[in-house]
């Protein structure tokens, strides 16, 4: 099993500029993650699926868009990027029902906007 | 609404010294509670865990009491190496099924040979 994998690893964006960050999970895992690691801070949660078809805000989700239109992916859209915006996003799954809660966490994308 | 609080860091240590990292909680419910361990360059990963009152979360000589009457989790370990120089969190998940972890701002450890 590759886990959760994350693309790019990194990349750098304008101001106004708009990307898409992926992630994959090959865990069967129903619920997913998009988190946001800036320093010092901790990781605040963007949004959230607890399945195909069903997603959430969570703490910090002004400026994104997600959608989950399968078991496997969780992409991560960012409109019209800003300065705010630079961080370290991770995507992360968990299936309650057999992980004992655990969160399984890719590997992190490093977003810079100019 | 539910938060975690733990030590400042950044921690600095020798190689074998003894190593506590405190955590609180503030939560509705009886939370489940979590360490995970970011090392240089990588994502998160689960340290332990705990889901009850009294429970001891341990792994790789790591150990942490879920502490229900002073509501803390402290992440103790007897002899540290430099191989466990990285990022702690401690986290918690509430009752109710939303599993959204809710994490600590993270402790930096740094353990020199």
């Known amino acids: 099993n590759a886990g959760v994998t994350q693309t790019p690893k990194f990349r750098i964006l304008k101001i106004g500029q708009s990307m898409t960050l992926q992630c994959t999970q090959d865990?069967?895992?129903?619920?997913m993650y998009w988190y946001r690691q800036d320093p010092g801070m901790g990781l605040k949660l963007i949004y959230y699926?607890?399945?195909?078809?069903?997603?959430d805000k969570g703490e910090v989700p002004n400026g994104y868009n997600v959608s989950r239109s399968t078991t496997e992916d969780f992409p991560l859209r960012l409109e019209l990027a800003a300065p705010s915006q630079t961080s370290v996003y991770f995507c992360?799954?968990?299936?309650?029902?057999?992980?004992?809660?655990?969160?399984?966490f890719g590997p992190g994308t490093r977003l810079t906007v100019l | 609404g539910d938060s975690v609080t733990q030590m400042e860091g950044p921690v600095t240590l020798s190689e074998e010294a003894f190593l506590t990292i405190n955590c609180t909680y503030t939560a509705t419910g009886y939370p489940s509670l979590f360490w995970y361990v970011q090392y240089p360059g990588e994502g998160l990963q689960l340290l332990l865990k705990?889901?009850?009152?009294?429970d001891k979360g341990s792994n790789k000589g790591f150990e942490a009491t879920y502490r229900k009457e002073t509501t803390s989790f402290h992440l103790e370990k007897g002899s540290v190496q430099v191989s466990d120089s990285a990022v702690y969190f401690c986290?918690?998940?509430?009752?109710?099924?939303?599993?959204?972890?809710?994490f600590g701002k993270g402790t930096k450890l740094t353990v020199n040979p």
């Open positions: 699926s607890v399945g195909a078809g069903i997603t």
């Open positions: 865990m069967n895992h129903n619920y």
């Open positions: 992360a799954s968990s299936y309650p029902g057999t992980s004992g809660r655990e969160q399984f």
């Open positions: 705990a889901t009850k009152a009294d």
């Open positions: 986290a918690l998940i509430t009752q109710g099924g939303s599993e959204k972890l809710v």
